[in-house]
Every structure is written in structure tokens, then in C-alpha cells.
């Protein structure tokens, strides 16, 4: 059994490889990738040399183009099987706390706010983590304009941002969750069984999620196997 359609994002810091995974994945698994526009920031390449004063143009026009390309996501969730994305729209957040001072982050958040209640979330989110050294080298050798102002601490400062969100996620909003849970069903057993179900029911999706995943890498590496034999038994028959 396996999943008709699926969504999963790769996220991580800058230059730990997530559009390289994307593709990759994609090819694999025939699925339509959803790239991050960094190119289309007007402000980009004059925050990293100011970013005091272009910070907040910076973050905006990102959080509202990022809204404009989810906006078309959910139109190509109804023609396209399967969506590999490079970014989550999450992380915005993270670079706009990172970035922004006070007043700017209130304000950011405010609109951030009310974009998000329209977001429809991926099934999957990978995060790739690496050493501030190995990011840096991969920042160089790809040699974007805009990014050679980057600085080793800017990169510590990025994954210690992401893997704060990530314990976050493990540390803090599980056990909310569960004392919200206990709250709704309180000592009713009825309750307790229908919450039981619906998490059995949601792990096996995501068993199936990832089973899913791997058959059709496993399909697709099987039959790009099959296509180069054949192409080598047609080369020895033309010989």
C-alpha cells in the first residue's frame, strides 16, 4: 500500500546542500521540486553589506513572496503526485528573529501572522546539519556574490537557530500537546480510546509516508537500471 501524494520538505542552514538533496530526490522519485527564489530579493545583496537598514525590507519581501509560492503550491497539489520543496515557510521566522530588532520583529510578526493561517504544511520535513567550517567551504566554492560577506559567526548563529527550533519542537511543544490533550479528555475513557485511534491511524500514515518514498526511489532506481541494460544489449546488437 502506499500514499497517492505526498509533500516534503529539506530544510537546514545556508549551504548544507538542500537544493542539491531536492534535486536529487526529485530525479529519483519523479516528483515536482519547489525552489527558493533568494535570486529575486531585490534587497539581498545590499542587507549583507547594511543590514541594519535593509534588514526589514529584506525579510519581507521573503516572507511575501515565499506566501505567493505557497499560494500556487496548494494549486499544484491538485495536479502534481508528488512536491520536493527547499525551504519551509517557517524559517523566515527564524532569520526575522535573528535580523530584526524589536519593533521591526513585532511588526514582522503581526503580518507573518496572518499569512500563516493560509499555509498548508508538508507531510515530511528533513533538516540537514553540518559543521560551521564544511558550510562556509561550500559558501565559497559556489561563490554567490551577495553571500561573500558571510561571516563564520553568521553561520553559528544559523544553526544554533535551527537546532534551537528543532529541540523546541522535541522539548516543548510534545509535552504541550500532551497537557492540552489531557485537558480536552480529562478522565473520560471514550475520549482517551478516540485520541488512541487517531494516533495509531496518523503513525501508520506516516509509515506509509515513508514507505511510500522508498518504493518509489526503489522503482525508479530499478527502472533507470533496466533502461541502461537495454541500452547496452541494443549498442552490442548494432556492433
Given at each position: 500500500m502506499s500514499l497517492s501524494s505526498y509533500h516534503i520538505c529539506i530544510e537546514g542552514t545556508i549551504g548544507v546542500g538542500k537544493t542539491s538533496l531536492v534535486n536529487l530526490l526529485a530525479k529519483e522519485m519523479d516528483a515536482k521540486t519547489v525552489l527558493e527564489k533568494f535570486e529575486d530579493n531585490p534587497f539581498l545583496k545590499n542587507f549583507y553589506s547594511d543590514r541594519t537598514r535593509y534588514a526589514m525590507q529584506t525579510q519581507l519581501f521573503f516572507l511575501l513572496s515565499r506566501y505567493k509560492q505557497q499560494q500556487e503550491l496548494q494549486q499544484m497539489d491538485m495536479?502534481?503526485?508528488?512536491?520536493?520543496?527547499?525551504?519551509?515557510?517557517?524559517?523566515?521566522?527564524l532569520f526575522a528573529a535573528l535580523n530584526l530588532d524589536d519593533m521591526e520583529l513585532d511588526l514582522y510578526n503581526r503580518i507573518a501572522n496572518e499569512l500563516q493561517k493560509n499555509i498548508?504544511?508538508?507531510?515530511?520535513?528533513?533538516?540537514?546539519?553540518?559543521?560551521?567550517?564544511?558550510?562556509?567551504?561550500?559558501?565559497?566554492?559556489?561563490?554567490?556574490?551577495f553571500e561573500k560577506n558571510i561571516t563564520d559567526k553568521d553561520i553559528s548563529k544559523l544553526i544554533y537557530y535551527f537546532e534551537r527550533h528543532i529541540e523546541l519542537d522535541e522539548d516543548e511543544?510534545?509535552?504541550?500537546?500532551?497537557?492540552?490533550?489531557?485537558?480536552?479528555?480529562?478522565?473520560?475513557?471514550?475520549?482517551?480510546?478516540?485520541?488512541?485511534?487517531?494516533?495509531?491511524?496518523?503513525?501508520?500514515?506516516?509509515?506509509?509516508?515513508?514507505?511510500?518514498?522508498?518504493?518509489?526511489?526503489?522503482?525508479?532506481?530499478?527502472?533507470?537500471?533496466?533502461?541502461?541494460?537495454?541500452?547496452?544489449?541494443?549498442?552490442?546488437?548494432?556492433?
Open positions: 495536479f502534481t503526485k508528488s512536491i520536493i520543496s527547499d525551504y519551509m515557510f517557517d524559517k523566515d521566522r498548508v504544511y508538508p507531510d515530511l520535513t528533513i533538516f540537514l546539519q553540518s559543521e560551521t567550517d564544511r558550510l562556509m567551504y561550500n559558501i565559497k566554492i559556489r561563490g554567490r556574490e511543544h510534545g509535552p504541550m500537546a500532551l497537557e492540552m490533550v489531557s485537558m480536552l479528555a480529562e478522565n473520560d475513557p471514550k475520549k482517551w480510546n478516540e485520541i488512541e485511534s487517531i494516533s495509531i491511524q496518523a503513525l501508520e500514515k506516516r509509515i506509509l509516508l515513508w514507505d511510500a518514498i522508498n518504493e518509489q526511489i526503489q522503482d525508479k532506481s530499478w527502472s533507470d537500471e533496466r533502461a541502461k541494460k537495454n541500452e547496452t544489449y541494443s549498442l552490442s546488437f548494432d556492433k
